[in-house]
């Protein structure tokens, strides 16, 4: 199902590009860029293996900061964004001491620039730090996907939000594998350089 989704991502990035190839566009979203996020998360699950299926998680709302490079032929836009967000939340229901303290993320991104509106999809690696009730600390990695929208509110500043999926695995102090799938949206603010 993971590599079905990320596929899916793939795919539809790659023909949304490519549909936009020979059109031009006057906004220049080429370069290095910096920004801070917001998120809410919007949907999710977790379970382990061998154990229970402990299905929704709580609500979770994260913070962080971004990094990233553009490079851009006509409309077409691609590139690398790596991401740090402080997370709050995010643990099962029912457990509200069960959390992930932070969300680091690498992206590969492509997508279409239309006038002052650049439109991506992304798929990429994931890692979170999950901390139990009683302390215990474990990683947890896998992938991301997700797609989404930056405006360009002058020559380098920008407001956006995307659309991430993070699909995670890690083992906990006990030899069970945690599997936790988040759904979040993300408010962004950037600069460009």
């Not at 596929?7 to 790659?14: E, G, P, R, V």
């Not at 964004?81 to 680091?104: L, T, V």
Request: charged share 15%; glycine share 14%; hydrophobic share 35%.
């Amino acid at each position: 199902m993971k590599n079905t989704n990320i596929l899916f991502a793939s795919m539809a990035t790659l023909c949304f590009a490519t549909a936009a190839s020979a059109q031009e566009t006057n906004t220049d979203w080429s370069g290095f860029y910096t920004g801070v996020t917001y998120g809410s998360k919007v949907g999710g699950d977790m379970a382990y293996t061998p154990g229970t299926d402990y299905g929704s998680l709580e609500s979770g709302s994260s913070y962080g900061l971004y990094a990233g490079y553009n490079i851009q032929r006509n409309r077409i836009v691609y590139g690398g964004e790596i991401s740090y967000s402080d997370a709050d939340g995010h643990g099962p229901i029912g457990f509200p001491n069960e959390k992930f303290n932070y969300f680091m993320d690498l992206k590969a991104r492509a997508g279409m620039a239309v006038d002052n509106t650049l439109f991506y999809g992304f798929v990429g690696y994931s890692k979170g730090e999950f901390e139990f009730a009683a302390g215990q600390k474990h990683n947890a990695t896998g992938a991301n996907y997700g797609i989404g929208m930056d405006v360009k509110l002058g020559e380098r500043f920008f407001v956006g939000a995307e659309y991430i999926v993070r699909d995670l695995s890690g083992t906990t102090f006990t030899g069970n594998t945690q599997d936790t799938m988040i759904q979040a949206v993300q408010l962004r603010t950037g600069w460009k350089f």
